[in-house]
């Protein structure tokens, strides 16, 4: 809580009024799905995504890795996997942290979801410096395109800038850039089919009652 009220205080500051209504708003979701399009330098994901408080996760692959489902359990902090989908041999019980597992860029599947890009955001604003470049279409969507760097040197997870399109209805960011230090960039997330506040059946996140 105290780390929500400090990033809320460091937007204000910086002018961010945008960015703080979206995580204000985010603070409210109780959950959300969405196809999440993840390109880098050596390939693409494509990922069938669920969320739901106070932090399960469920992961559909539809590329590469086709019908590979991982879930996460906040309760028990650890992701079962089946790596032929579920039901079928083998299933794997893992930490999030577990290399296998891990994205390309090292992000854990217990930090994969939006509060845990707006924590990071806030992490390089607290030192560094944040802009807004106004409105930008994004297919049928109107967003807000924002850009957050941290202070030189200062990285957070690997990533100095950030740059954010967030939906001017839903505030959730269809679109994030991450970047290194020499402003290369690190990732492209595209945000697709978001549903926010949709009801998701407890057996989604405990397969064996599917």
Do not use: C
Not at 12 to 35: C, F, M, Q
Not at 179 to 194: C, S
């Amino acid at each position: 809580m105290l780390a929500a009220l400090m990033l809320t205080t460091a937007l204000s500051a910086a002018g961010l009024a945008p960015l703080t209504d979206a995580i204000e708003h985010y603070r409210t979701v109780e959950s959300y799905r969405a196809t999440l399009r993840s390109t880098r330098g050596d390939g693409e994901d494509l990922i069938r995504y669920y969320y739901r408080k106070p932090g399960f996760v469920r992961m559909e692959f539809i590329r590469p890795h086709a019908g590979a489902l991982l879930v996460y359990s906040p309760l028990t902090r650890r992701v079962r996997v089946w790596p032929f989908g579920a039901g079928r041999f083998p299933e794997l019980d893992l930490s999030p942290r577990n290399p296998l597992i891990r994205s390309p860029g090292g992000q854990s599947m217990d930090k994969s979801d939006v509060g845990a890009l707006f924590e990071n955001v806030g992490a390089l604003l607290a030192q560094g410096q944040a802009e807004v470049r106004g409105e930008v279409r994004l297919g049928r969507h109107t967003t807000l395109h924002l850009i957050v760097s941290g202070a030189p040197g200062q990285t957070m997870a690997g990533v100095h800038r950030y740059e954010l399109w967030l939906d001017t209805t839903t505030r959730f960011p269809l679109q994030v850039v991450s970047r290194d230090q020499t402003d290369a960039v690190i990732e492209t997330v595209v945000m697709d089919d978001l549903e926010i506040d949709v009801p998701l059946a407890e057996s989604l996140f405990d397969p064996g009652r599917e």
